[in-house]
């Protein structure tokens, strides 16, 4: 089946009433792009990011338009679709797509990822295509966390020289599980994962299970480590080898305090997904918490840092 992309181009303050418009006359199914909407949508979600790609917000620079899709050859639909635009007076373009399988092209998006000396992420549709090195099988349309991200890799990387076999693992604000999945492919004995996120419970469990790992060597929980005294509790009780903290800046000193009380001596902590304007404002709140910094690793604009509690092993 042919398609057509249709392109009308508006002013940002039109663009809800061409929206509704058209959603009135039968064309519901709408991609809108407006550099406003977009800022907006920044704007109200502060607290859950710490960078937008620059290059999008070039790509959005000043553009306002709405795009919708009709069947090649649809006549009534098109002739009823330039009727409307041209009663708005506005202006439209028709582009042809590409005859292809939109079913399956999205997965074009994920071919394998090697990452550091050993270690490569697979979505699950090639997870038996021969790799050569220790296969990090994920379902890469269930959330974030696919192996791609510089603050991701960074942290496998540290891993590899890290983990031991037997280390217990600890990852906080783990999204996909694929930290925790990397802790037990590098031959840690138990990961757990805790994602403030409820959806990521079951995500990183099923992400879990392509890689062969369940309970009791992986664990996956919904909570608030910092709001929640019960959940505190209970992993301080714990030791663990290994701590995990791959989220934004701003996350990881507001849990600075907290993160000694899951180290031992002679525990790793390794924080990531640091933009290098923001690399000193973390390790002073680390080490303002009792923490020493004993190493940090650059990739693009983002810093991982690793740490110590302060004391010999």
């Known amino acids: 089946m042919a398609w057509l992309e249709i392109t009308i ?19 519901s199914d709408l991609v ?31 553009l306002s338009r709405i795009k ?13 679709l330039e009727k409307t635009v041209s009663e708005m007076k506005l202006t439209m373009t028709a582009a042809p797509l590409a005859d292809v399988n939109w079913e399956e092209s999205w997965k074009d998006n994920y071919p394998p990822q090697e990452v550091g000396e050993t270690l490569v992420v697979l979505p699950y549709w090639l997870a038996d295509k021969p790799a050569g090195r220790r296969k990090v099988i994920l379902d890469p349309g269930l959330t974030f966390g696919t192996g791609a991200h510089p603050s991701t890799q960074m942290v496998m990387e540290v891993m590899e020289t890290v983990v031991r076999p037997g280390f217990r693992c600890l990852d906080l604000g783990s999204g996909s599980g694929i930290l925790s999945i990397t802790a037990l492919r590098l031959g840690a004995e138990t990961a757990v994962g805790i994602d403030i996120d409820p959806k990521a419970e079951d995500i990183a469990r099923e992400n879990a299970a392509y890689n062969g790992f369940s309970s009791p060597e992986f664990t996956a929980l919904t909570g608030n480590v910092t709001g929640d005294k019960a959940l505190m509790a209970s992993l301080a009780a714990k030791e663990y080898d290994l701590v995990l903290v791959n989220i934004v800046a701003d996350v990881i000193i507001g849990l600075a305090p907290i993160l000694p009380g899951l180290l031992t001596p002679s525990s790793t902590l390794i924080c990531s997904g640091i933009l290098d304007t923001r690399l000193n404002d973390v390790t002073a709140a680390l080490e303002q918490a009792g923490l020493t910094v004993t190493g940090w690793k650059e990739k693009e604009d983002w810093r991982c840092v690793t740490a110590k509690k302060c004391g010999k092993p």
């Open 9 to 27: 181009d508006t002013a940002a303050e039109k663009c809800s009433s061409v929206a509704a418009a058209l959603t009135a006359k039968g064309f």
């Open 32 to 62: 809108i792009e407006d550099q406003e909407e977009f800022e907006t949508f920044l704007e109200e979600n502060r607290a859950y990011w710490d960078y937008i790609d620059e290059g999008l917000q070039e790509k959005l620079q000043g």
């Open 68 to 80: 919708l899709y009709l069947e090649d050859g649809d006549t009534a639909s098109m002739q009823r």
